[in-house]
């Protein structure tokens, strides 16, 4: 996956940005691991039946916050701001929209591109988790697994994004997208139609039928929008 090719027109993937993205996935992983190891030994003092049951309870109750967190990320780069905005014009702006004009441009990113604006969002939020450590009640290793499953799958959401644009993924990628533990393909195509108005959340999509049913993260025209439709049309 890192080694896919990459060319400038894809998001300027200048030589700046990629340290600054390699940087940040070098920060996310040792915190994650200083984490971890304080985790492993969080659980060593856990019962046996906690020990299964709160990272199996944790992970669909994370999966869910990062399902909503993606959807609100998505919603608001789709629709507010320009790609002039400060910092999150380029880095959320721009990517999002530009992915409505190419939709299948994010499968030749590699890893690092990919998910690098996932990473950096991440990196203040699980200093604090690592920072609050060591755990040492019993609702307090709960809380630090599911903050843990919450930045991982934050982490991996736009590769699960991508995925969800490979017309013939990996076996196990097709499994957990059968499985409904990630986004598939059938539930973000109705994001990808214009106007773009609805199935903003790409981790699992998960919330995207009840969001859609309710009316929640809709808006009826946005300016940034109407100038993303404007341009497929032209590129039609
Ligand atoms: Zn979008
Ligand atoms: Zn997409």
């Not at 003092?45 to 299964?52: D, G, M, N, Y």
């Not at 040492?136 to 290793?141: D, L, N, Y």
């Not at 533990?181 to 199935?199: C, G, M």
Request: hydrophobic content about 45%; proline content about 6%; some cysteine.
């Amino acid at each position: 996956m890192g080694n896919m090719p990459n060319t400038a027109a894809e998001g300027g993937n200048t030589l700046g940005r990629k340290i600054v993205d390699t940087g940040a996935f070098v920060v996310f992983f040792v915190l994650l691991a200083i984490l971890l190891a304080d985790l492993f030994e969080a659980y060593a003092e856990r019962t046996p039946a906690q020990r299964i049951v709160w990272p199996l309870l944790a992970l669909p109750l994370a999966l869910l916050i990062s399902d909503l967190l993606s959807g609100i990320v998505h919603f608001l780069a789709d629709n507010y701001g320009t790609e002039d905005t400060l910092f999150v014009g380029k880095r959320f702006c721009k990517p999002f929209r530009d992915h409505h004009l190419d939709p299948t441009g994010i499968t030749r990113r590699g890893f690092i591109e990919a998910n690098a604006n996932t990473c950096i969002l991440s990196l203040i939020p699980l200093a604090v988790v690592v920072w609050l450590g060591p755990y040492e009640t019993a609702a307090g290793v709960f809380w630090a697994t599911l903050g843990t499953l919450v930045l991982i799958t934050v982490l991996l959401t736009n590769q699960f994004h991508k995925w969800a644009h490979l017309d013939n993924p990996p076996r196990p990628i097709a499994a957990l997208q059968r499985w409904g533990l990630i986004l598939t393909k059938e539930n973000h195509d109705l994001h990808h139609i214009a106007p773009y108005d609805t199935y903003y959340c790409i981790t699992t999509g998960w919330l995207n039928p009840l969001f859609d049913r309710l009316g929640v993260l809709k808006v009826e025209a946005s300016a940034a929008r109407e100038k993303t439709e404007a341009q497929s049309r032209r590129s039609e």
